[in-house]
């Protein structure tokens, strides 16, 4: 099984401000690798696929990075509505693992 | 446009099965892999297994073999999860999700709750 290892748990950040995200996989993924953001109640919503490709209708301040092992959200400019959880997952083949989440909360 | 309904809360007592429904509307149903997730309260998200609705094929999470079962009817665009040999660890909120890649469409989430 792919292990996903997020950094850091909860992340403190001013509006305005910008956020970085990490998710790690323990092999390969490939591009296989999307972000979701989580508020509660609510079921996740997906904002990054393929790595770096933003789903339908997620703002231009959510860019994600990465190939391989290695991967990164960035939020440019955090707007209130930003505040939540976020989480990756690797959708490699058939079998899907979720990393453990990074809180964004207001600094 | 593309809805995933799913099925009312649940309440069972350790050792009973759930059988979660999920209809999907707004698409063409066989088009899509469809999943399912939990998670548990105040916890993140568990990949639990994968239904093909067009041939019925599954995959499931290791954690969950033997004790999962997912099924599609193609005539009602539903498809379903079933968990048995429920205990408490077993109460969460469970999602089902379409997806070609990455799950674009979620279910409003189905909360089971195994209490004796």
């Known amino acids: 099984e792919i292990v996903m290892t997020q950094s850091p748990a909860t992340l403190s950040v001013s509006p305005g401000e910008r956020a970085t995200l990490s998710c790690r996989a323990s092999q390969s993924v490939s591009s296989n690798l999307a972000w979701y953001q989580q508020k509660p109640g609510q079921a996740p919503r997906l904002l990054i696929y393929g790595a770096s490709t933003r789903a339908t209708g997620i703002p231009a301040r959510f860019s994600g990075s990465g190939s391989g092992t290695e991967f990164t959200l960035t939020i440019s400019s955090l707007q209130s509505e930003d505040f939540a959880v976020y989480y990756c997952?690797?959708?490699?083949?058939?079998?899907?693992?979720f990393g453990q989440g990074t809180k964004v909360e207001i600094k | 446009q593309v809805q995933l309904v799913q099925s009312g809360a649940e309440v069972k007592k350790p050792g009973a099965s759930v059988k979660v429904s999920c209809k999907a509307s707004?698409?063409?149903?066989?088009?899509?892999?469809m999943h399912w997730v939990r998670q548990a309260p105040g916890q993140g998200l568990e990949w639990m297994g994968i239904i093909n609705p067009s041939g019925g094929s599954t995959s499931y999470a290791q954690k969950f073999q033997g004790r999962v079962t997912m099924t599609r009817d193609t005539s009602t665009s539903t498809v379903y999860m079933e968990l048995s040999s429920l205990r408490s660890e077993d109460t969460a909120v469970y999602y089902c999700a379409r997806a070609l890649t990455a799950p674009d469409y979620w279910g409003q989430g189905t909360l089971v709750t195994v209490s004796s």
């Open positions: 997952q690797q959708y490699n083949n058939w079998s899907w693992t």
């Open positions: 707004g698409y063409t149903f066989t088009s899509y892999y």
